[in-house]
Nanobody
Framework: QVQLVESGGGLVQPGGSLRLSCAASGFTLDGVNIGWFRQAPGKEREFVATIRWSGGDTIYADSVKGRFIIFRDSDKIAVYLQMNSLKPEDTAVYYC????????????????WGQGTQVTVSS
């Protein structure tokens, strides 16, 4: 059974950092692309970053480039999103997703989704 489980969300002050984790199980990651998306209240789900499991190629949304880093841990079979210099506009539910298309920045290009983790940036 394919499973993606996010963790690491929470409340952080503007300028702070958080690291989100996405633990993957139930499928082989060779040829898989893992992405992070976010959805704020009243807004559409938007692309944040993606990483190709084989090779580690990455793509970032312009809104997070230079602040967020996506990376993987082959031993733990997990993908992480290190979020630095957080802004109130980063507040959203963050989802990880898995698919077989690369590059892929559209939600419809991903086949499997986690349940999401809330990130709130506020003073």
């Amino acid at each position: 059974q394919v499973q993606l489980v996010e963790s690491g969300g929470g409340l952080v002050q503007p300028g702070g950092s958080l690291r989100l984790s996405c633990a993957a199980s139930g499928f082989t990651l060779d040829g898989v692309n893992i992405g992070w998306f976010r959805q704020a209240p009243g807004k559409e789900r938007e692309f944040v970053a993606t990483i190709r499991w084989s090779g580690g190629d990455t793509i970032y949304a312009d809104s997070v480039k230079g602040r967020f880093i996506i990376f993987r841990d082959s031993d733990k079979i997990a993908v992480y999103l290190q979020m630095n210099s957080l802004k109130p506009e980063d507040t959203a539910v963050y989802y990880c997703a898995a698919g077989h298309l690369y590059p892929a920045a559209l939600a419809g290009q991903y086949e499997y989704w986690g349940q999401g983790t809330q990130v709130t940036v506020s003073s």
